[in-house]
């Protein structure tokens, strides 16, 4: 899957995912407790799917090189948000507010992203 490609992919994925959570928070309150709701509310589940399949499928993809370039920066992104989650653990116990669990995705997310552009500059 070429880069340009992958990018189509991944932004009408994000598009999807946006409109998903946007219809699920919009109405999933409102609903009796059930299986619709529970349904409801896990609706913005199926384009995460469909995103880590066009995720694992560009990384299938890559020359040695990017996976390299990947795997590093996703090492540095799961330790940065252990690291991370696990101190603010012990901040919340000093009286923090509790953050939920919906904050572990843009963190690794964000440092994954910070680390791959600064991998790929580095073997440039």
Known sequence: MSPKRFLMEFAVVMVVYILCVVVSSSFVRSMPDGAARIALALLPVIPMIAMAVSIIRRLNAMDEMGRKIQLDALAVAFVCTALTTFSYGF???????????????????????????????RYE
Do not use: K, Y
């Open 91 to 121: 901040l919340e116990t000093a009286g923090f507010p509790r953050l939920s669990a919906f904050m572990v995705w843009p963190i690794m997310g964000g440092v994954w992203c910070v680390a791959t552009i600064i991998g790929t500059r």
